[in-house]
């Protein structure tokens, strides 16, 4: 009779013991997990502001770069129209020149008196002046006796 008794007593406190740990552990397990969701829940709302923040800085820097792509094309447009512009002065230039020329040549062919002083060379030092000039290194047209 006393062995059963004490196998109760021993038996229920170690039961007792045994559901307090489990409680217990149950418990610990519990707000073990309880933490880890409010550490995932903290690391989303921070994703959620950096990426409100990154959305923001996109849409501001999007904008700048359509304000300055607009700009670019404003300015390709003018070019374009300033290299027409001069392609057609260049054409207009050449068929001057070319006519010139050809003038050059007839006059060259009919004028025997012109073809001898086109053929004859330039005193020296006066070449070099007018490439000079032609170059824009004399910015003076005046003629220098010294050299």
């Known amino acids: 009779m006393i062995m059963p008794l004490v196998f109760k007593t021993v038996l229920g ?7 307090i740990a489990l409680l217990l552990g149950g418990g610990a397990l519990k707000w073990h997990y309880f933490k880890a969701d409010l550490r995932e829940e903290g690391r989303q709302e921070c994703i959620q502001v950096v990426n409100e923040e990154t959305q923001k800085q996109l849409e501001e820097a999007i904008a700048e770069a359509a304000m300055v792509r607009a700009e670019l094309k404003q300015q390709a447009e003018r070019a374009a129209r300033e290299n027409a512009s001069a392609h057609a002065r260049r054409l207009e230039l050449e068929t001057s020149l070319s006519a010139l020329a050809g003038e050059m040549e007839k006059q060259r062919n009919e004028d025997p008196k012109y073809k001898a002083w086109s053929d004859t060379p330039l005193p020296d030092g006066v070449g070099d002046r007018l490439r000079k000039q032609a170059a824009g290194d004399n910015p003076s047209p005046l003629r220098d006796d010294s050299s």
């Open 13 to 19: 406190r170690w039961v007792t013991a045994g559901l």
